[in-house]
């Protein structure tokens, strides 16, 4: 009986090094507000370590242990899917389902004994996490924002216009005559973000703009 008691706990032992390893990915997610965090990580990892211990250890010899392990890597892929949500033309967590799913790996390597293995693999993720943070521009992906202009075509405006949000070209352009008149309706894509008092600004010094409409569901 005692044997059988001492046999499980050093069984417990790749549990133990896969809660440490989720935790610490979970932790790094948790600090940057992400929707999966410590509690879910540290349960995939433990999680995926049990069941890569089951079937290792639990099933005769003539069982094929590896059958579990596949499962766990389809398993967790319904979870991360649940994570990704599609919301105003975006895509948010899928990096978090990505890290969920990575942090099963490292489960399943800690179920399996390859302890070095997994903890390379933690330390990779948040190297990756923490590098990609950082606040330079190459790795930086720009935020793009829709304006609905309309403006009335004199002294090539359209041109004017252009200069004044950086673009270099209308999106779902519409040309209107009107009382002798050409307006020009259009949406424009910018990397910078006007305020309120900045679109104000430009209408009293461009009067040629009839209306300015900031969209911010892009």
Same mark, same amino acid.
């Given at each position: 009986?005692?044997?059988?008691?001492?046999?499980?706990?050093?069984?417990?032992?790749?549990?133990?090094?896969?809660?440490?390893l989720?935790f610490? &990915?979970g932790f790094?997610?948790?600090?940057r507000?992400?929707?999966?965090? %410590?509690?879910? /990580?540290?349960?995939?990892?433990?999680?995926?370590?049990?069941?890569?211990i089951?079937?290792?250890?639990?099933f005769s010899?003539?069982?094929?242990?590896?059958?579990? +392990?596949?499962?766990i890597?389809a398993?967790?892929?319904f979870?991360g899917?649940?994570?990704i #949500?599609?919301?105003?033309?975006s #895509? /948010?967590?899928?990096?978090?389902?990505?890290?969920?799913? +990575?942090?099963?790996g490292?489960?399943?390597?800690c179920?399996?004994?390859l302890? %070095?293995l997994?903890? @390379?693999?933690?330390a990779?993720? &948040?190297?990756v996490? @923490?590098? *990609? /943070? #950082?606040?330079? $521009?190459?790795?930086n992906?720009?935020?793009?924002? *829709?304006?609905d &202009?309309?403006?009335e075509?004199?002294?090539?405006?359209?041109?004017?216009v252009?200069?004044?949000?950086?673009?270099?070209?209308?999106?779902?352009?519409?040309?209107? /005559?009107?009382?002798g008149?050409?307006?020009?309706?259009?949406?424009?894509?910018? $990397?910078?973000?006007?305020?309120?008092?900045?679109l104000s600004? &430009?209408?009293e010094?461009n009067?040629?703009?009839?209306?300015?409409?900031?969209?911010?569901?892009l």
């Open positions: 009986m005692w044997e059988n008691v001492l046999y499980e706990l050093q069984l417990a032992i790749p549990i133990l090094v896969a809660t440490v989720g610490i &990915i790094e997610r948790m600090k507000s992400k929707e999966a965090g %410590v509690r879910t /990580h540290t349960i995939v990892c433990v999680g995926a370590a049990l069941m890569m089951i079937s290792k250890y639990a010899s003539d069982a094929d242990s590896a059958r579990v +392990a596949a499962q890597v398993g967790i892929g979870l899917a649940g994570i #949500v599609y919301k105003k033309n #895509v /948010h967590g899928l990096t978090t389902a990505a890290g969920v799913w +990575a942090t099963a490292v489960g399943m390597a179920g399996g004994g302890y %070095v997994a903890a @390379c693999a933690t990779i993720m &948040i190297a996490q @923490c590098l *990609l /943070h #950082v606040n330079v $521009s190459i790795f992906h720009k935020k793009r924002y *829709l304006i &202009i309309r403006f075509y004199v002294d090539h405006s359209n041109k004017r252009k200069e004044i949000f950086g673009t270099d070209r209308f999106n779902k352009l519409k040309i209107e /005559h009107k009382d008149k050409v307006f020009y309706s259009a949406v424009l894509m910018t $990397s910078e973000e006007f305020s309120s008092s900045q600004k &430009i209408m010094e009067p040629y703009i009839s209306s300015i409409e900031r969209r911010d569901d």
